[in-house]
């Protein structure tokens, strides 16, 4: 019932900054949890960064923590993932997932039921 929509994605230089947005369809009231993977090129996909309902938990991949902020604003129905001081190795696809079922690790893709299409992020050097 829940669609997921990223934007934001783009060319940035090494050390630059991007800001990426993930809307959903209809109402959060029963999503719990939201979070970013990504896919490098040829390589699995990772996970990046989770947020819960509240905001105050968050959680990120040791690669990314102290560069990558993510934020929720249940109103908008809309989550955010600021990334800062971007590397090569950021280069990649980068997906929005929600969870509505109230339960699973938040770092795990088998934590979530919902997946937007992903969006590409190309960080030249």
């Known amino acids: 019932q829940v669609q997921l929509v990223e934007s934001g994605g783009g060319l940035v230089q090494a050390g630059g900054s991007l800001r990426l947005s993930c809307a959903a369809s209809?109402?959060?009231?029963?999503?719990?949890?939201m979070g970013w993977f990504r896919r490098a090129p040829g390589k699995e996909r990772e996970f990046v960064a989770a947020?819960?309902?509240?905001?105050?938990?968050?959680y990120y991949a040791d690669s990314v923590k102290g560069r990558f902020t993510i934020s929720r604003d249940n109103a908008k129905n809309t989550v955010y993932l600021q990334m800062n001081s971007l590397k090569p190795e950021d280069t990649a696809v980068y997906y929005c997932?929600?969870?509505?079922?109230?339960?699973?690790?938040?770092?795990?893709?088998?934590?979530?039921?919902?997946w937007g299409q992903g969006t590409q992020v190309t960080i030249s050097s």
């Open positions: 209809r109402g959060t009231f029963s999503i719990y949890a």
């Open positions: 947020i819960g309902w509240s905001s105050t938990n968050t």
């Open positions: 997932a929600a969870n509505s079922l109230g339960y699973g690790s938040s770092w795990l893709e088998s934590g979530y039921d919902y």
